[in-house]
């Protein structure tokens, strides 16, 4: 069902499937929740669950302070 | 802008943090950070742990920044990084013998202000409901679902950050979806989006 609903049968496969669901209660309501839970997962998708906290680049900053401070020693020090 | 004004853009923000500009870096990254992070939250299911995990990926990935080449996208390049930080953190979790908790922000649904008290609450009810079923997952399943139905990225994007074909990739995340479904139950499901 997860294929059907990713569009990943065939034309002939798919069009058994649902003449099939058209008959059988448990596989037509089997489609429907997959592409429930689908669309229920899609929904989050733009509601990113939280921002990316501010100290992120902490590690990123650091190492390349460090560097910077390496290349700015004098020679020998 | 248009998606090749933001891919001029990417490669000079790409080419300027390869040349060691730090500034450069973080506005390449800024660009995905908010989705980067939900992500990782959604994978390890802890808010610090999801900090620590993003900010080890992108020094990984300042590292190596110079040894990106554009044969993929920026993001699913930072976005394969920050996987394989999340499993290693998820698997010293696992040898610790602590299993994924749930962040209340984790999985988000917007239930419409219009829904009265007890449309409400249902909706409710399948959040936490769904919650508990991605992050009782394998994090092979948990990561194909989130990737594919919650980030919403193609399958051959999704295939390519995991690291596997496109045919074992859809199979996993049939599984992962099966799994889900069967935690939730049909009836949740159907009443819950409808």
Same mark, same amino acid.
């Given at each position: 069902m997860s294929h059907y609903v990713e569009g990943d049968l065939g034309w002939l496969a798919r069009r058994r499937l649902e003449l099939h669901a058209e008959e059988c209660i448990d596989c037509g309501r089997g489609i429907r929740a997959v592409r429930a839970l689908v669309r229920v997962l899609h929904g989050t998708a733009n509601r990113p669950a939280a921002p990316?906290?501010?100290?992120?680049?902490?590690?990123?900053?650091?190492?390349?302070?460090?560097?910077?401070g390496d290349e700015d020693r004098p020679h020998g020090a | 802008m248009s998606p090749r004004a933001a891919a001029r853009t990417e490669r000079e923000l790409v080419a300027r943090a390869q040349a060691g500009e730090v500034a450069a870096f973080e506005e390449l990254v800024g660009l995905h950070a908010d989705r980067l992070f939900a992500v990782v939250l959604r994978l390890v299911g802890d808010r610090v742990e999801a900090e620590d995990v993003v900010q080890e990926s992108l020094l990984r990935a300042w590292r190596g920044i110079g040894r990106f080449q554009a044969r993929s996208m920026f993001f699913t390049w930072l976005y394969r990084i920050a996987l394989? *930080?999340?499993?290693? $953190? &998820? =698997?010293?979790?696992?040898?610790?013998?602590?299993?994924?908790?749930?962040?209340?922000?984790?999985?988000?649904?917007?239930?419409?202000?219009?829904?009265?008290?007890?449309?409400?609450?249902?909706?409710? *009810?399948?959040?936490? $409901? &769904? =919650?508990?079923?991605i992050a009782s997952l394998a994090p092979p399943y948990r990561t194909a679902l989130v990737l594919r139905d919650v980030e919403g990225l193609s399958t051959r994007e999704a295939a390519g950050i995991v690291g596997i074909g496109e045919a074992a990739f859809k199979s996993r995340l049939h599984q992962a979806r099966l799994k889900v479904r069967d935690a939730l139950g049909d009836a949740a499901l159907l009443a819950g989006t409808s």
């Open positions: 990316a906290p501010a100290g992120i680049f902490d590690l990123v900053r650091a190492e390349a302070s460090r560097a910077r | 394989n *930080e999340a499993n290693r $953190a &998820l =698997e010293k979790r696992g040898r610790a013998g602590r299993s994924v908790p749930v962040d209340d922000e984790a999985v988000q649904l917007a239930a419409p202000a219009h829904e009265g008290p007890a449309r409400q609450a249902e909706h409710e *009810e399948l959040r936490q $409901a &769904l =919650e508990l079923a």
